[in-house]
């Protein structure tokens, strides 16, 4: 059997901890509002673990982009209302 000089990759669940205080920055620009970053940043990581993640993307730039998409979702359905 051949060894691998290939470093074992991360679990997923890590990898996005990893990011955690950089994600909620992230949130608090997006939408404005430290209370509702924590929301934000709770609701993309939820989506972000039911998701299928291509790995061969930046992850952080992956969860930015859900967390995104859910802000203005959101933004638009309370201007709906």
């Known amino acids: 059997m051949k060894s691998s000089n290939i470093a074992p990759i991360k679990p997923f669940k ?8 950089r994600l909620y920055c992230a949130c608090v620009r997006i939408c404005g509002s430290k ?4 929301d934000l940043k709770q609701e993309t990581i939820y989506q972000a673990l039911i998701s299928d993640y291509d790995e061969r993307g930046n992850l952080y730039t992956w969860l930015y982009s859900i967390a995104e998409n859910i802000y203005f979702t959101n933004l638009k359905k309370k201007n709906v209302s």
């Open 35 to 38: 209370d509702y970053a924590h």
């Open 14 to 21: 890590e990898r996005v901890a990893e990011l955690d205080e």
